[in-house]
């Protein structure tokens, strides 16, 4: 798996989200303030204009109130009175008193302060009753009011710059006064629309906030203030508020930057040490002081890094063990003969499981040329221990079939041989025991020896109906002490004459005692049916069979004991007959699991001849009726192949590497995923075998003609076929290799290679079909059926047809 690299790391990530967690709050904070600020201060600044504009509207409505109490005076007085001369006296800005006596005749007052022109050139019909008006009189603003009541009508006369001059004086505030919407005063206040229409209000009107404040029809108050100068404050203390954020940011951020260093440094560390850990270096320790849960987190690595290399060192040990087990299991495997034996009169089926990779269970066969002798051992628990004693035990086969040349008692007596092996097995000085049966098979007799182990069952058929518990006959008779107790324990034989058909049940306990997942062995007594049902229903007890009632009764439980089972069935030598008809099939090989022996059987006069002439009829392990024959004739028949992919090459002065490399590439375009996995090395090795003696052969006579092979395949079998153009090979050549390899199964010195070649061919082929014409060509012709697994390939039958032109 891909590490990723660090892209952005972890200190940048934790400094981005405090600075911007930081400035979101900061900012947050900095703008509520400036805007509560911004708004109180507005707010302030609009009650403070109000107020002003109020005030100032108080004193100039004041004024207004008293002219107009003045007014009402001089219409109730009349012209002469005293009270009329003093008004004005004391009030110098009434410029005069105007009243109507009749129409168009007006009499005038004036105020002898004044220095208003007397002929009043005003047109005072066409003004409106009742009201202030601004007349202009020699270019200056005066202000009148007019009354009329009574049908009288009357005139007060006033300067504006009377009332203009009541405006305070500031230099923040500017004030003015507003009559028929023209200002009075000279002020700076520029309006958008007349003053009349704002109404009673403080309003922003460009940069500046002014208050209005209407009195009686025509009459507007006006004070201003500029925006910039009136929230002046608001902005100093808007700039210190951003200056303070920024240097509490500022702090924030020197404190990000140091406390993130702090945090990130020890998880930097941890960063680097897992990147020493992905380079499988476990001896890096990481180093952290802290005292939280990352320096917890860092013993924890440092800890995870120790017992990984604790780990790995017992790993290593134990796969150094595993594999010296594996090899002892491979070892032990070869003390074991074939599960599948056919002798002169017996037949033998074994079934071995150990429950370890070494196991304590072994048995074996020796074939003299007097007896046949069998042993089962179990040497006491399993493991490398027990496995040790099995190979002591093996390698005394060799010490017995020795011994029988000089003594035969070791050949035939069981009892000697336990004696041999209880001595053998007390010389190494080990604390281990082992129970052991010996049976020799000599003519029609069978002798055995036990020495404690569990008393192998005998099955001997009756002339008619099936066998009940009581007919099952156990050999138990003189069972001696185990092997290894004692160095001078006596053993002795029981002597019993066979008959055809029996059959002898040979076990260890794993297999009785083995219980299930509910604890419950499974004992002698549902052995016993499970394997008397067996031989009544086909006469014949198979161990494979007897394991898969043991397995269902397990259901699915793992046996804690090795499990071995024997059986041996006897038959009587039957009898060599000829036959005068001639048949297709000439000659067949069938091949046991070891490939020691090989069953040959005879068709007719001629090919018997054959192997008379070449000594190899004293060689057969059995010898057919003709019935047997005749039942086994069609099958027997070369197979009629179909090729549907084959690939065709030509070999003359190729090197075996070349030979290897064209065959492989060959192999690759003509095999397919429907047979056993090492079905392409079989083929390879026919192959080759053949195509390198065609080669040989040729050398061998100064020949240069081109070698042809076809390898194919068609829905059930794969071929291979050498085809060279000599026609000199002679069939007997071919008989006599396969007789030297099956019966002397040695090397053959000789400069064209170990002379095993025929035998592997054979083997590993269902038919091997010889077509000679001589001086034209010599084929042969090996078909492989498509087998499933190795094991099916491993126990099917081998024939040989052989025919000459």
């Known amino acids: 798996m891909e590490i990723r690299k660090v892209k952005i790391p972890i200190n940048l990530k934790l400094t981005f989200a405090v600075l911007l967690l930081t400035a979101m709050t900061l900012g947050g904070y900095i703008w509520l303030a400036v805007d509560l600020i911004k708004n109180d201060k507005i707010a302030y600044v609009f009650e403070a204009v109000e107020t002003q504009n109020q005030q100032s509207a108080k004193v100039l409505e004041s004024r207004l109130k008293q002219l107009s109490t003045f007014h009402k005076i001089f219409r109730q007085v009349g012209y002469h009175n005293a009270a009329v001369a003093q008004i004005f006296q004391q009030n110098t800005d009434i410029l005069a008193y105007v009243e109507k006596v009749q129409k168009g005749s007006y009499k ?85 629309k007349p003053a009349q229409s704002y109404g009673i209000q403080t309003k922003v009107l460009g940069n500046n906030i002014i208050s209005f404040r209407p009195y ?41 930057l140091f406390l993130s260093h702090r945090i990130t440094t020890p998880i930097k560390k941890l960063y680097l040490a897992s990147q020493e850990l992905s380079k499988a270096n476990f001896s890096y320790r990481v180093k952290l002081s802290e005292a939280d849960e990352v320096g917890v987190l860092g013993d924890s690595f440092n800890y995870m890094a120790s017992e990984i290399q604790r780990y790995l060192k017992e790993m290593k040990e134990k796969s150094r063990m595993e594999n010296e087990l594996k090899t002892a299991q491979l070892v032990q495997q070869s003390f074991f003969p074939s599960n599948f034996i056919q002798g002169h009169n017996f037949k033998l089926e074994a079934y071995y499981q150990p429950a370890a990779e070494c196991s304590g269970d072994w048995w074996g066969h020796l074939s003299t040329k007097d007896s046949e002798i069998f042993i089962i051992l179990d040497v006491t628990g399993h493991g490398t221990a027990a496995a040790l004693v099995t190979a002591m035990m093996h390698n005394t086969l060799t010490g017995i079939n020795e011994l029988g040349r000089e003594n035969p008692s070791f050949r035939r007596e069981p009892s000697t041989i336990m004696e041999f092996l209880n001595k053998s097995l007390c010389s190494i000085n080990i604390n281990l025991n082992a129970t052991a049966f010996i049976i020799v098979f000599d003519g029609d007799e069978m002798r ?160 018997s001849k054959t192997l008379s002439a070449i000594e190899m009829g004293e060689q057969l392990q059995a010898i057919v009726n003709r019935k047997e024959v005749e039942t086994r004739k069609s099958p027997l028949r070369p197979k009629e192949v179909q090729l549907k992919d084959r690939s065709q090459l030509h070999f003359m002065h190729q090197s075996i590497k070349e030979l290897s490399e064209e065959i492989d590439s060959a192999l690759v375009t003509v095999v397919q995923n429907d047979s056993f996995s090492e079905i392409a090395r079989y083929l390879k090795q026919t192959a080759i075998e053949l195509v390198q003696n065609a080669l040989i052969y040729q050398r061998a006579h100064n020949i240069a003609k081109p070698v042809e092979l076809i390898l194919g395949r068609d829905e059930n079998y794969y071929i291979v076929e050498v085809t060279d153009l000599n026609g000199a090979l002679d069939p007997l050549v071919i008989l006599n290799k396969a007789k030297r390899a099956f019966t002397e199964r040695t090397y053959e010195k000789k400069d064209t290679g170990a002379g095993l070649g025929s035998s592997m061919v054979i083997l590993g082929s269902d038919e091997v079909a010889i077509k000679v014409k001589k001086d034209e060509y010599t084929q042969i012709r090996c078909i492989i059926s498509k087998y499933k697994r190795l094991k099916e390939f491993k126990l099917k039958n081998n024939a040989i047809y052989i025919s000459k032109g």
């Open 108 to 192: 005038r007052i004036l105020n002898p302060m004044s220095e208003l022109d007397t002929s009043l050139n005003i047109s005072w019909d066409e003004l409106t009753p009742n009201k202030y008006q601004l007349i202009n009189l020699a270019d200056e603003l005066y202000l009148v009011e007019s009354l009329v009541s009574n049908e009288k009508s009357s005139y007060l006369i006033i300067p504006a710059h009377a009332l203009t001059e009541l405006l305070p004086s500031s230099q923040i505030y500017q004030y003015d006064i507003a009559v028929d919407n023209k200002l009075l005063a000279s002020s700076k206040i520029n309006l958008e």
């Open 216 to 256: 009686l029809n025509n009459i507007v108050f006006l004070t201003q203030i500029n925006y910039s100068s009136a929230i002046e404050a608001a902005t100093a203390l808007t700039n210190k508020s951003i200056y303070f954020g920024i240097l509490v940011a500022g702090f924030i951020i020197l404190s990000v």
């Open 448 to 607: 055995y020896s036990n020495a404690s182990h569990n008393p192998p069952l005998l099955f001997r058929p009756k002339e008619s109906g099936d066998l009940g518990k009581q007919d099952i006959q156990p050999l138990n008779e003189n069972i001696g002490s185990r092997l290894g107790e004692n160095i001078n324990s006596f053993y002795a034989s029981t002597v019993l004459n066979w008959r055809s058909g029996d059959q002898i049940v040979l076990f260890t306990d794993g297999i009785i005692e083995a219980p299930n997942s509910a604890g419950k062995a499974y004992g002698n007594r549902r052995f016993l049916k499970n394997i008397l049902s067996q031989f009544n229903r086909t006469q014949s007890i198979s161990p494979n069979d007897v394991v898969d009632d043991f397995k269902t009764f397990l259901d699915g439980t793992d046996a804690d004991d090795d499990i071995t089972v024997l059986s041996i069935q006897l038959h009587d030598l039957k009898i060599f007959q000829t036959f005068d008809e001639k048949l297709e099939v000439n000659h067949l090989y069938e091949r046991v699991d070891d490939s020691k022996f090989a069953t040959v059987i005879v068709y007719d006069e001629l090919i």
